[in-house]
């Protein structure tokens, strides 16, 4: 993650699903993690949840190595550390936009939305347990 202030006001932030699609051709995904992005506080961040269980039931011969190998890229990519390759250079803006492009890989992106917020770190933990634990 990066600087992590709080505004004494709600500012604008962008978040996305990341979503497992383990069949192509029956169009089942499930959501695996969220990607907030807040430009006026310079936050991106991401978590991810597997539940193995839930998405072997979709697919049992589902490869979770991949799946787990492909959300590490996305952690090194928001952080933006050295195991991000060309992408750490970047700025959060610029790897918010390359996370959520769409793509045809087992692990995709969601559709952007936007909201306003204080606390963005706040909002993803919110988004992660609504999205991906399925808590009110």
Same mark, same amino acid.
């Given at each position: 993650?990066?600087? %992590?202030?709080?505004?004494?006001?709600?500012?604008?932030?962008?978040?996305?699903?990341?979503?497992?699609?383990?069949?192509?051709?029956?169009?089942?995904?499930?959501?695996?993690?969220?990607?907030?992005?807040?430009?006026?506080?310079?936050?991106?961040?991401?978590?991810?949840?597997?539940?193995?269980?839930?998405?072997?039931?979709?697919?049992?011969?589902?490869?979770?190595?991949?799946?787990?190998?492909?959300?590490?890229?996305?952690?090194?990519?928001?952080?933006?550390?050295?195991?991000?390759?060309?992408?750490?250079?970047?700025?959060?803006?610029?790897?918010?936009?390359?996370?959520?492009?769409?793509?045809?890989? %087992?692990?995709?992106?969601?559709?952007?939305?936007?909201?306003?917020?204080?606390?963005?770190?706040?909002?993803?933990?919110?988004?992660?347990?609504?999205?991906?634990?399925?808590?009110?």
């Amino acid at each position: 993650m990066t600087n %992590i202030r709080t505004a004494s006001e709600p500012t604008v932030f962008e978040y996305a699903t990341l979503r497992v699609v383990p069949r192509v051709e029956r169009g089942e995904t499930m959501n695996v993690g969220v990607v907030v992005y807040c430009r006026a506080l310079d936050y991106l961040g991401c978590r991810t949840h597997l539940d193995e269980g839930r998405l072997l039931a979709l697919d049992p011969s589902l490869d979770l190595d991949g799946v787990r190998s492909a959300l590490r890229g996305v952690d090194a990519v928001c952080c933006g550390g050295e195991r991000a390759g060309q992408a750490a250079a970047e700025a959060p803006g610029a790897r918010f936009r390359w996370l959520t492009a769409p793509r045809s890989t %087992i692990v995709q992106p969601g559709p952007v939305h936007a909201g306003l917020t204080d606390d963005p770190a706040g909002e993803l933990d919110r988004l992660l347990g609504l999205l991906v634990h399925l808590t009110k």
